[in-house]
Nanobody, 124 residues
C-alpha cells in the first residue's frame, strides 16, 4: 500500500521559514515526479512546486519563485519543501503528491498518490 506522509507544518510569523517533509512508502519513488500542492479554506487546491526524478528538474508556481525550494534526497527517501519569506497568503494545507512519470505537470489530476496534508499558518 502506498503512503505519502507530510510533516513540518506549523504556525510561523510573516517573514519566517518552515521546512516541510514528505516521506513516501510502499514502493520506490525515486523515478516518480513529485509535487506539492496547497489548499486554503474556501479555495481550490493549487500547484506549488514539482520535481522530477534524480535529474532534479524543478517547476514552481510564480507566487513561490525565489522563496520556496523543492528538493529530494533519494538516499533518505525524503522530499523537502523549504519555505522562506512566508506570507499570510501562504496559509493553507500543503499536500505532497506523486506521479508515475518523469514529466512535471501542475495538473493535480495527473498525480496518482496523495498525502493527508500538513497545515501551514502564517500570522501577520
Amino acid at each position: 500500500q502506498v503512503h505519502l506522509v507530510e510533516s513540518g507544518g506549523g504556525l510561523v510569523q510573516a517573514g519566517g521559514s518552515l521546512r516541510l517533509s514528505c516521506v513516501p512508502s510502499g514502493r520506490t519513488f525515486s523515478s516518480y515526479a513529485m509535487a506539492w500542492f496547497r489548499q486554503a479554506p474556501g479555495r481550490e487546491r493549487e500547484f506549488v512546486a514539482a520535481i522530477s526524478d534524480s535529474r532534479g528538474w524543478q517547476y514552481y508556481a510564480d507566487f513561490v519563485k525565489g522563496r520556496f525550494t523543492f528538493s529530494r534526497d533519494n538516499a533518505k527517501n525524503t522530499l523537502y519543501l523549504q519555505m522562506n519569506s512566508l506570507k499570510p497568503e501562504d496559509t493553507a494545507v500543503y499536500y505532497c503528491a506523486a506521479r508515475n512519470s518523469i514529466y512535471l505537470t501542475r495538473d493535480s489530476q495527473q498525480y496518482d498518490y496523495w498525502g493527508q496534508g500538513t497545515q501551514v499558518t502564517v500570522s501577520s
